[in-house]
């Protein structure tokens, strides 16, 4: 079983700075892209930054300069550095990775249960 678990979530003023944490744990023989995603009520889950096992990055147009996305291999952890927030950053937000469990099995996506980040103006 492998599960991803999120931390770092709040309510934090606009122009304040957080950092969500993703760990992933279980049964786990290789990650390959870790990422996060942002959701809105009622709107579809948006892509923020994603980080490949090479630490390439790629982020959306609207946290590029104020979100920074990292990595921490050796203990399965995807971190995004949220500075310069905004109240039109306010959503849930949710860790996604492609996890390889064994060298004969293929990548398979997990996602966290998600972590709110509210920024008051």
């Known amino acids: 079983q492998v599960q991803l678990v999120e931390s770092g979530g709040g309510l934090v003023q606009a122009g304040g700075s957080l950092r969500l944490s993703c760990a992933a744990s279980g049964s786990i023989f290789s990650i390959n892209f870790m990422g996060w995603y942002r959701q809105a009520p009622g709107k579809q889950r948006e892509l923020v930054a994603v980080?490949?096992?090479?630490?390439?990055?790629n982020y959306a147009d609207s946290v590029k300069g104020r979100f920074t996305i990292s990595r921490d291999n050796a203990k399965n952890t995807v971190y995004l550095q949220m500075n310069s927030l905004k109240p039109e950053d306010t959503d849930d937000y949710y860790c996604h990775a492609l996890i390889q469990r064994t060298v004969w099995t293929g990548y398979v996506e997990y996602w966290g249960q998600g972590t709110q980040v509210t920024v008051s103006s």
């Open positions: 980080i490949t096992s090479g630490d390439s990055t």
